[in-house]
């Protein structure tokens, strides 16, 4: 079966620190990958996806940025915080195939820059 | 703009209530609605709909998709203080990849 992992669970950081948030998915091979942010008030926003290794699509323009070194490993990522980047991160994953629909969830990271 | 809205952003019932959340969209090029629930962290898969007027359902759980009104109900019967979560709603055009998520519906069931 497959299993979809985050770490850290969760993370303080202080303004203008660097990001890096790790995603991996066991027991598929070539999934879509998802970054998504829940901020409080606010539904599930769709920040990257990836197709492939490699390949990342940004959803809204902002101060983060994702890449895909290997197949199953996505990272988000920033070089510098905002406050505005406090939230909670899912990470998500789908078969390849616009036939599926169905994303499936990390446990999620929550963030909290002060 | 894809919009998601969904009704009420709260509610509080009795265990053995039944509770009917709303979900409402305008997306260009419909093609599923899904419906998660999500406890602490991680939201869970619930329904995929993607023919209207056919009603889906799991236990208690049930959902239907009205594509005319453009919107779809989540129905839990006899409600129990487990079903206590946010409620998810989210839709996908037949391009892209990306799902549009409502705000939710929070639910919380007292003893």
């Known amino acids: 079966s497959q299993t979809i992992h985050q770490w850290p669970a969760t993370l303080v950081q202080p303004v203008g620190s660097p990001l890096s948030l790790e995603c991996t998915v066991e027991?598929?091979?070539?999934?879509?990958l998802y970054w998504y942010r829940q901020a409080a008030g606010r539904g599930l926003q769709l920040l990257f996806y990836?197709?492939?290794?490699?390949?990342i699509s940004s959803e809204v323009p902002q101060n983060l940025s994702a890449s895909r070194p290997q197949d199953r490993q996505f990272i988000l990522s920033s070089k510098k915080l905002l406050l505005s980047d406090s939230g909670f991160y899912l990470c998500?994953?789908?078969?390849?195939?616009?036939?599926?629909?169905?994303?499936?969830f990390g446990p999620g990271t929550r963030l909290t820059v002060l | 703009e894809d919009k998601v809205v969904q009704s009420p952003l709260s509610l509080v019932v009795h265990e053995g209530d039944t509770v009917t959340l709303n979900c409402s969209y305008e997306?260009?090029?419909?093609?599923?609605l899904l419906w998660y629930k999500q406890e602490k962290k991680a939201p869970t898969f619930l329904f995929m709909l993607?023919?209207?007027?056919i009603e889906k359902k799991s236990g208690r759980l049930s959902s239907i998709l009205d594509k005319k009104e453009l919107s779809s109900i989540l129905n839990i019967t006899a409600t129990q203080t487990g079903d206590s979560a946010i409620y998810l709603c989210?839709?996908?055009?037949?391009?892209?990849?990306?799902?549009?998520f409502g705000k939710g519906t929070s639910l919380l069931v007292t003893p």
């Open positions: 990836s197709v492939g290794i490699g390949q």
């Open positions: 989210a839709v996908r055009r037949n391009s892209g990849y990306a799902l549009n």
């Open positions: 997306v260009t090029n419909f093609r599923s």
């Open positions: 993607t023919s209207s007027g």
């Open positions: 998500a994953w789908s078969p390849q195939g616009h036939s599926y629909n169905e994303q499936f």
């Open positions: 027991g598929t091979s070539n999934p879509n």
